[in-house]
């Protein structure tokens, strides 16, 4: 039986929100910001959902959900720090999902590993704000032309391994991500939605607009 995991990155310190634990901000009456990628992991099968974050907000989000498996995140190197840490639980399978985006719930839903790495990826006209998915590579948050994004991650095993070897000369999830597709078979897919929400506008965009999770 192939076991598969996923990990959230949530050690992020939210200063545009003033602070406050942006993860868990309400979507509806039953739900908070954090459960579309919770609930798209465990449709996609992953067992544990393991959440990186800091010593700040561990409580909060262990006690929000029993579902996650919460660790705290002791490297600085932001995304590729919360990766490497959930990188410590062995399985075949990993998915990769931000804590404060919208993501349809089957984003890894019968999403067979038919290669090593794979990007679940969405258009986007502002390039400047996320990795955009270029021709010789991933280019993180550079203005450009519109294109397709990177939103959410799938790798097996293999990529893992080879992560750990090189953790000790990585120095961005940007340069991982790049290494992972030239060592590597890789591939895309389409979402059909994914919102980011980086400020207090896109969180009122997201309750106005977006159907209840």
């Known amino acids: 039986m192939v076991t598969r995991i996923g990990i959230i990155p949530a050690a992020g310190k939210a200063d545009r929100f003033g602070g406050t634990i942006k993860e868990l901000l ?13 609930m798209a992991m465990e449709r996609g099968g992953c067992d544990p959902i393991i959440c990186v974050t800091s010593t700040r907000k561990i409580a909060a989000l262990a006690e929000y959900s029993p579902r996650l498996l919460c660790t705290i995140q002791t490297a600085t ?4 720090g919360a990766i490497v840490a959930g990188l ?33 990826c969405f258009e986007t006209d502002q390039p400047e704000r996320f990795g955009m998915v270029r021709d010789h590579g991933i280019v993180n948050k550079m203005k450009g032309d519109p294109g397709i994004a990177w939103g959410v991650l799938m790798w097996n095993r293999k990529v893992r391994d080879y992560w750990l070897n090189y953790d000790y000369d990585m120095k961005s999830y940007t340069e991982a991500f790049n290494l992972a597709r030239k060592v ?14 980086s400020n207090f506008e896109d ?3 997201v309750i106005c607009e977006s159907p209840p999770v």
């Open 88 to 120: 410590a639980v062995e399985a075949d399978e990993y998915c990769f999902a931000m804590p404060d985006t919208v993501i349809p719930d089957d984003a890894f839903a019968r999403r067979e590993m038919d290669c090593d790495f794979m990007l679940g």
């Open 184 to 197: 590597y078979k890789s591939n895309t897919f389409m979402m059909s939605d994914y919102t980011d929400i």
């Open 203 to 205: 969180y009122k965009r």
């Open 77 to 80: 190197r932001d995304i590729w």
């Open 26 to 38: 309400p979507i509806d009456k039953d739900h908070a910001l954090i459960d579309y990628s919770i």
